[in-house]
């Protein structure tokens, strides 16, 4: 979904490795200082043994001060970039799972999912620029106090609107976003709450993993630079004992191919529909893959995109997949206890498919 609080353009920029600032630390690279004193002192030996060996000695010498300064030179050069040093690993045990709720929270059209477990929370998305108070709300009823993780997929309103409300009244741990940013209010807003809270984004990289009570996510994606936003959601799969939950933001059909061909092991019982219940999403070969027991599709009531569309409809139906949907029954809520998943309402059987009333990016 586009951005309607301003017009957006894209635009790329180095983003801290760390979700905490911290004061001091050097985050891009500038050939100055000791790094340049050191580059020149390397040479200056080299020149001074050669004079002194001879050509064959300093032909020796210079090959070796250039696998040196290129050494130097990668090293800095990795220090500019966004990713993490290390892969974050957790530990999971399958066979001690945990109480595992997910909350899909009706916020219209847009998205946003908060994950409990053992006294520990994840939220996914906060809705569009409207709902940022209403997730806020929906938090502190299921007697949410702080958010282990917060993961915005990726810069569209109605995924990161109301996370700046969110940022700015929970203590996070870690903000996930990804690489991809836009030029616009919205995305702004949230970098302005993380400044406020002395944060800063983390940039996860496919195959990370972190603990969440007993529970554990892994990123799947994005697993490459794309030109479009939707393609660039953080992908993630939630597991709880035998229990999977797969999130792919506003992932569309391109990047779906790219997740199968990672190799990434995507089956689940519960598929949260990609882009709404888009057809840009959900392709046949990807929802094989899956091969969901149940989808949930989150969208708004006679929202002028359209979601879901016939087509992904259609697809669910092949696959056998039961539905729940936000526009029709309201916040859908999954509990796990590891290996049986229970609802708080009983699936849709409408099979209905929205109306497209409006030109425009879905």
């Given at each position: 979904?586009?951005?309607?609080?301003?017009?957006?353009?894209?635009?790329?920029?180095?983003?801290?490795?760390?979700?905490?600032?911290?004061?001091?630390?050097?985050?891009?690279?500038s050939?100055?200082?000791k790094?340049?004193?050191?580059?020149?002192?390397?040479?200056?030996?080299?020149?001074?043994?050669?004079?002194?060996?001879?050509?064959?000695?300093?032909?020796?010498?210079?090959?070796?001060?250039?696998?040196?300064?290129?050494?130097?030179?990668?090293?800095?050069?990795?220090?500019?970039?966004?990713?993490?040093?290390h892969?974050?690993?957790?530990?999971?045990?399958?066979?001690?799972?945990?109480?595992?709720?997910v909350?899909?929270?009706?916020?219209g059209?847009?998205?946003?999912?908060v994950?409990?477990?053992?006294?520990?929370?994840?939220?996914?998305?906060?809705?569009?620029?409207?709902?940022?108070?209403?997730?806020?709300?929906?938090?502190?009823?299921?007697?949410?106090?702080?958010?282990?993780?917060?993961?915005?997929?990726?810069?569209d309103?109605?995924?990161?609107?109301?996370?700046?409300?969110?940022?700015?009244?929970?203590?996070c741990d870690?903000?996930?976003?990804?690489?991809?940013?836009?030029?616009?209010?919205?995305?702004?807003?949230?970098?302005?709450?993380?400044?406020?809270?002395?944060?800063?984004?983390?940039?996860?990289?496919?195959?990370?993993?972190?603990?969440?009570?007993?529970?554990?996510?892994?990123?799947?994606?994005?697993?490459?630079e794309?030109?479009?936003?939707?393609?660039?959601?953080?992908?993630i799969?939630?597991?709880?004992?035998?229990?999977?939950?797969?999130?792919?933001?506003?992932?569309?059909?391109?990047?779906?191919?790219?997740?199968?061909?990672?190799?990434?092991?995507?089956?689940?019982?519960?598929?949260?529909?990609?882009?709404?219940?888009?057809?840009?999403?959900?392709?046949?070969?990807?929802?094989?893959?899956?091969?969901?027991?149940?989808?949930?599709?989150?969208?708004?009531?006679?929202?002028d995109?359209?979601?879901?569309?016939?087509q992904?409809?259609?697809l669910?139906?092949?696959?056998?997949?039961?539905?729940?949907?936000?526009?029709?029954?309201?916040?859908?809520?999954?509990?796990?206890?590891?290996?049986?998943?229970?609802?708080?309402?009983?699936?849709?059987?409408?099979?209905?498919?929205?109306?497209?009333?409006?030109?425009?990016?879905e």
């Amino acid at each position: 979904m586009q951005n309607n609080k301003n017009n957006s353009s894209y635009r790329k920029r180095n983003t801290k490795r760390n979700s905490r600032k911290k004061p001091g630390k050097r985050t891009g690279f500038s050939f100055a200082g000791k790094d340049k004193l050191s580059g020149l002192l390397i040479l200056l030996i080299v020149f001074t043994l050669g004079i002194a060996g001879g050509r064959n000695v300093a032909a020796g010498l210079w090959d070796s001060a250039k696998e040196i300064i290129s050494g130097m030179w990668s090293g800095m050069q990795s220090d500019q970039t966004s990713h993490p040093e290390h892969k974050q690993q957790a530990t999971f045990d399958e066979k001690n799972p945990g109480r595992l709720e997910v909350h899909y929270i009706d916020v219209g059209q847009g998205d946003a999912t908060v994950v409990l477990c053992d006294g520990h929370a994840l939220l996914i998305d906060a809705g569009d620029n409207s709902k940022g108070t209403a997730v806020q709300n929906y938090l502190r009823k299921q007697g949410v106090k702080h958010l282990d993780y917060v993961i915005g997929t990726h810069p569209d309103a109605d995924h990161i609107g109301g996370l700046d409300v969110v940022i700015t009244k929970y203590e996070c741990d870690t903000v996930m976003m990804p690489e991809f940013e836009k030029d616009n209010n919205t995305y702004r807003d949230v970098l302005e709450a993380l400044s406020y809270r002395n944060m800063e984004k983390t940039v996860p990289q496919p195959g990370d993993s972190y603990m969440l009570g007993r529970a554990c996510f892994t990123v799947i994606a994005p697993l490459k630079e794309y030109r479009d936003a939707n393609n660039n959601s953080i992908s993630i799969l939630l597991q709880n004992g035998q229990n999977r939950f797969l999130f792919t933001g506003d992932a569309e059909a391109e990047a779906e191919e790219d997740i199968l061909e990672s190799g990434a092991h995507v089956k689940a019982d519960v598929f949260q529909a990609g882009h709404h219940g888009s057809s840009t999403s959900n392709s046949e070969e990807f929802l094989k893959a899956v091969s969901p027991k149940y989808v949930v599709i989150s969208c708004g009531e006679d929202n002028d995109y359209g979601h879901p569309h016939a087509q992904s409809m259609n697809l669910f139906r092949q696959m056998g997949s039961k539905i729940y949907r936000t526009d029709q029954q309201g916040s859908v809520v999954a509990y796990s206890d590891g290996t049986q998943i229970v609802w708080n309402c009983s699936p849709d059987e409408s099979w209905k498919a929205g109306e497209k009333r409006k030109q425009a990016d879905e």
